[in-house]
């Protein structure tokens, strides 16, 4: 696979109770379907970047290992300047710790069909996999998900985006076990 940095992957993990849970929660929310539960910023050819226990770098092909189900989605719109300026952005958060308070607000966002309480924390310290590819696309070209605010953005949002007719994303690829 050819990947070009700042190509974004959204997954869903083969067997994992928190992956599981937040899969469940978002079916339970939201009425369209939802598929993916994390999401990671492809860094090089070999590399992704992702928020799991800490903002880490991670090797693609270990990845792909743990993952039931993934679609690589591609901005065709972006110049190699802007894909670059992309991950330089997200590195600076590497070694951050995966904000479960975040994550805590997006549950607390679905109950109650708001953004409300995602707004509220603009700390961009403050990182889950999604808003973590949110915020760097947005700081650095303007690029909103499904039109919300970064700190809003869940992995579902990405595959809305990419989904919509007029959108200039491109799906690379996509697998399923």
Aim: charged share 30%; glycine share 2%; net charge negative.
């Amino acid at each position: 696979m050819n990947f070009k940095p700042a190509d974004i992957i959204i997954t869903r993990e083969k067997s994992n109770l928190l992956s599981n849970s937040i899969i469940a929660v978002l079916r339970f929310f939201q009425s369209d379907p939802v598929e993916y539960q994390h999401s990671m910023l492809v860094a090089n050819q070999d590399t992704c970047i992702e928020a799991n226990l800490k903002i880490e770098m991670s090797i693609l092909a270990d990845r792909f290992e743990d993952l039931k189900k993934y679609k690589v989605l591609r901005h065709n719109n972006l110049t190699d300047e802007q894909r670059e300026a992309i991950v330089n952005r997200a590195k600076t958060l590497l070694g951050k710790r995966y904000s479960f308070g975040r994550l805590f607000l997006q549950l607390l966002d679905q109950i109650f069909s708001t953004d409300y309480f995602t707004r509220r924390v603009k700390d961009p310290d403050q990182q889950i996999c999604s808003s973590l590819i949110a915020w760097c696309y947005g700081r650095e070209t303007g690029i909103k998900f499904n039109n919300l605010n970064w700190s809003a953005v869940e992995p579902d949002d990405i595959d809305d985006e990419s989904l919509k007719n007029n959108t200039p994303f491109e799906t690379i690829l996509e697998w399923e076990i």
